[in-house]
């Protein structure tokens, strides 16, 4: 598969486009995770600490963005470069989320894929929930008091359970997003029911990593397929 690496387009925005970029940022803000996402005007504060980040004066804190609209900015800024033939892919540090019907609400993704399709970083960490014991050891501890030490117990009764930041197992993880991306790109359907496909859209940590690391691999129903891509004179790997 022949992979060509470009710049962060969100880092590399021409100055006369940065002050549009930093309010559409802005305006993309979840701010209601029970509501869809509504065109807004941001306000002066927000507007500015995203012109700083698109400009690398200021660190992406803990905001949430709604996933598509994220895609249209993208979409504009990667308008000339951007062919068709090729899946294109772009990682991301912002929390990313797209608004479920099903529940009524928004929900981080670790991958929204779409054209282009985004892969968020700290989604691999905060999309997937945490086993169950997590949240019901974490709630008796916080009456507790000592926070951090709190959070460290946590990640040290249930290592392996979950991925964490700086953990070496996110490389293989987003390995498998980007799959799930370049397939949407061929076929729009990304996903696979199986847990132990690389295409299984897991929605718990412990699906994540079972389904990502280790020895990975695609069902029999995937692996057929993607024998199939590749043996298409369209689509060139």
Same mark, same amino acid.
């Given at each position: 598969?022949?992979?060509?690496?470009? #710049?962060? *387009?969100? %880092?590399?925005?021409? /100055?006369?486009?940065?002050?549009?970029?930093?309010?559409? %940022?802005? +305006?993309?803000? $979840?701010?209601?995770?029970?509501?869809?996402?509504? #065109? +807004?005007?941001?306000?002066?504060?927000?507007?500015?600490?995203?012109?700083?980040?698109?400009?690398?004066?200021?660190?992406?804190?803990?905001?949430?963005?709604?996933?598509?609209?994220?895609?249209?900015?993208?979409?504009?800024? %990667?308008?000339?470069?951007?062919?068709?033939?090729?899946?294109?892919?772009?990682?991301?540090?912002?929390?990313?989320?797209?608004? +479920?019907? !099903?529940?009524?609400?928004?929900? &981080?993704?670790?991958?929204?894929?779409?054209?282009?399709?985004?892969?968020?970083?700290?989604?691999?960490?905060?999309?997937?929930?945490? *086993?169950?014991?997590?949240?019901? &050891?974490?709630?008796?501890? /916080?009456?507790?008091?000592?926070?951090?030490?709190?959070?460290? %117990?946590?990640?040290?009764?249930?290592?392996?359970?979950?991925? !964490?930041?700086? !953990?070496?197992?996110?490389?293989? $993880?987003?390995?498998?997003?980007?799959?799930?991306?370049?397939?949407?790109?061929?076929?729009?359907? #990304?996903?696979? /029911? !199986?847990?132990?496909?690389?295409?299984?859209?897991?929605?718990?940590?412990?699906?994540?990593?079972?389904?990502?690391?280790?020895? *990975?691999?695609?069902? #029999?129903?995937?692996?057929?397929?993607?024998?199939?891509?590749?043996?298409?004179?369209?689509?060139?790997?």
């Amino acid at each position: 598969m022949s992979v060509k690496v470009r #710049p962060a *387009p969100l %880092l590399n925005v021409k /100055a006369s486009s940065r002050e549009q970029v930093a309010a559409y %940022l802005a +305006s993309s803000r $979840v701010k209601d995770i029970s509501k869809p996402i509504e #065109p +807004s005007e941001p306000m002066y504060g927000e507007v500015d600490y995203e012109l700083r980040t698109l400009r690398g004066d200021a660190r992406i804190g803990g905001i949430v963005y709604d996933g598509r609209r994220i895609e249209e900015i993208l979409i504009g800024l %990667l308008r000339s470069s951007n062919e068709l033939e090729t899946a294109t892919i772009v990682m991301t540090d912002r929390f990313i989320s797209t608004y +479920s019907q !099903d529940d009524l609400r928004h929900h &981080l993704r670790t991958v929204i894929p779409g054209f282009p399709s985004i892969i968020s970083v700290p989604g691999m960490v905060e999309a997937p929930a945490k *086993p169950r014991q997590y949240y019901m &050891l974490k709630q008796r501890l /916080a009456s507790t008091g000592g926070e951090s030490l709190n959070i460290e %117990l946590l990640k040290r009764t249930f290592k392996g359970r979950f991925l !964490d930041y700086g !953990d070496p197992e996110m490389t293989e $993880v987003a390995k498998g997003l980007a799959l799930q991306a370049v397939l949407h790109h061929l076929t729009l359907k #990304p996903f696979c /029911a !199986d847990k132990k496909c690389r295409l299984f859209n897991a929605h718990w940590q412990e699906d994540l990593l079972g389904s990502q690391t280790g020895s *990975p691999g695609l069902c #029999p129903k995937h692996s057929r397929r993607m024998k199939r891509l590749g043996e298409n004179p369209i689509v060139s790997w």
